[in-house]
């Protein structure tokens, strides 16, 4: 089965270094969410693509988050400086728009990097 | 915000029982997919049902989708200790939010053997 890859799995960092988590979506598929996940907030969505173009970010602390989608293979969430409120799992999802507002199926998620800011 | 809720927050059944799940949500929609979630993963792609549909099953899934109450129910019949996960609801609400997909907070779903 084909699958969402994400690295790292883990990361524990200190507070004010840069952390990149980088995804691997599904080839062929166009559209790529990025989601924060807390037990007190739950799924957050941060930004999402569709054909590499950023369709939204406002989810996203814009002093700090960006996301990019540098080729069609690779999916980036950076996040400089880090803060000990950003401990979180990361998702990110990719999926097939086939036309507006036609996904063909679900998404498929990565399996999350399990961020810890200290 | 949140667009999907789910009722309960939390379900404890006995294997063989059906589970159901409900997600109610407050703008119109473009589609309702449910997720479900093992603990410590990621979420897995269940069913997704589509504005103009009512109702839809796959294998023990049934979901119903009601637009006009603005509900969906997810049913797992015959439900087996595997089962044992939270579940969550996931509206795409179309053109006036660019197509975002949102979360509901999830039904903790508990399947005693």
């Known amino acids: 089965d084909a699958r969402v890859t994400q690295t790292p799995r883990h990361k524990v960092t200190e507070m004010g270094q840069e952390v990149t988590m980088r995804c691997q979506p599904i080839?062929?598929?166009?559209?790529v969410f990025w989601y924060r996940q807390t037990m007190m907030q739950g799924l957050e969505l941060l930004a999402y693509?569709?054909?590499?173009?950023?369709?939204?970010d406002s989810g996203m602390p814009k002093d700090r988050f960006s996301a990019e989608t540098p080729d069609a293979t690779l999916a980036t969430l950076k996040i400089q400086p880090s803060e000990p409120r950003d401990s979180a799992v990361y998702f990110c999802?990719?999926?097939?728009?086939?036309?507006?507002?036609?996904?063909?199926?679900?998404?498929?998620f990565g399996s999350g990097t399990r961020l810890t800011v200290v | 915000s949140q667009q999907g809720e789910e009722d309960p927050q939390a379900l404890s059944i006995q294997e063989g029982e059906n589970a159901t799940m409900n997600c109610s949500y407050k703008?119109?929609?473009?589609?309702l997919q449910w997720y479900r979630q093992n603990s410590g993963r990621g979420l897995v792609h269940l069913i997704l049902?589509?504005?103009?549909?009512r109702e839809k099953h796959s294998g023990r899934l049934r979901v119903t989708l009601d637009t006009s109450k603005k509900s969906s129910s997810l049913l797992i019949t015959a439900s087996r200790a595997a089962d044992t996960a939270s579940y969550f609801c996931?509206?795409?609400?179309?053109?006036?939010?660019?197509?975002?997909?949102?979360f509901g907070k999830g039904t903790l779903l508990t399947v005693n053997p």
């Open positions: 999802a990719s999926g097939l728009v086939v036309r507006v507002g036609f996904e063909v199926d679900g998404y498929t």
């Open positions: 080839l062929g598929h166009n559209t």
């Open positions: 693509f569709r054909n590499r173009a950023p369709l939204d």
């Open positions: 703008t119109s929609i473009n589609n």
């Open positions: 049902i589509r504005s103009n549909e």
């Open positions: 996931a509206t795409d609400a179309g053109w006036g939010s660019n197509y975002k997909l949102t």
